[in-house]
DNA sequence: CTAATTGCAAAAGCTTTGCAGCGCA
DNA sequence: TGCGCTGCAAAGCTTTTGCAATTAG
């Protein structure tokens, strides 16, 4: 029995196919930020039918659940990545589209200070750098 | 005649009266965030007849033109802000509504850092604090 | 006068929802 | 068996676009 349906029980969803699915290919994708659409194609593509709304609602399930994070990159669609528990921030190349995961120690603990001056607690945040490789001319 | 006339013609922009009102209104708002929907109920209120097309036009417009500045703060719609120059992050309440701009120079050379031991060039970010007011208890 | 601009309505994207049928526990 | 879940299609929202009429310079 695979372990992803542990934390399918454990968020208290029934263990579907679809959702066993879902979660499979957000796993073994080696692009590690999908939107709704990729993960549906990947269903497409993997020979499940599963419909696009289904996908939406299980991926917002999964959200709810913590299972995974859904980003809002400029604009567009939303995007979701599993959430592995260890938090990092997004930079994101403009060329490319190439999504990169960093952390820093330091920025973190100044946001806390920052929000902290101005007398709030940080419920959460968003931090997104737009970038392109490093001209070296 | 008004000042913000000299930066459309700037900007190569004719100066219509669609572009003068909805310049005002971002000038004159007491909320420095606006929604396009925002700028539009304005407009109506003021008993200026413009289309919420043109609102999103002109807000494109003047985005291009560097005038202001759109956001996405989470999820839904885009919010626009008159462009002063000075950059600034923010801090969203999550339970009033309430944006509060801040700017730390210590976040800003760090992302840098950042970017640049990955080998990449800052070309823009988006930093956006979510903070509830401090339990004092 | 001429090209830019506007308004309206329609279209486009992404995402959500209603509902009848299907499937897990 | 029963309630949750799914699929489909339709609706919802914000934002964009086509086009004929209007307007600034």
Redesign the pocket.
């Known amino acids: 029995m695979p372990n992803g349906n542990l934390e399918?029980?454990k968020a208290?969803?029934?263990?579907?196919?679809?959702?066993v699915k879902i979660l499979e290919i957000l796993e073994s994708s080696d692009t590690r930020h999908l939107?709704?659409?990729d993960v549906y194609k990947a269903l497409l593509d993997a020979g499940?039918?599963?419909?696009?709304?289904?996908?939406?609602?299980?991926?917002?399930?999964f959200e709810s659940a913590g299972l995974v994070l859904r980003h809002?990159f400029e604009g567009?669609?939303?995007v979701f990545e599993l959430n592995d528990d260890e938090h990092h921030d997004h930079m994101v190349c403009t060329e490319t589209g190439d999504v990169i995961e960093f952390f820093d120690d330091f920025i973190e603990s100044r946001q806390k200070e920052v929000a902290s001056k101005h007398g709030y607690d940080i419920v959460g945040h968003s931090l997104v750098l737009y970038v392109k490789p490093k001209q070296s001319s």
């Open positions: 399918l029980k208290g969803l029934k263990v579907t196919l679809p959702r939107s709704a659409e499940d039918d599963v419909g696009l709304a289904t996908v939406y609602r299980v991926l917002t399930q809002n567009a669609h939303a």
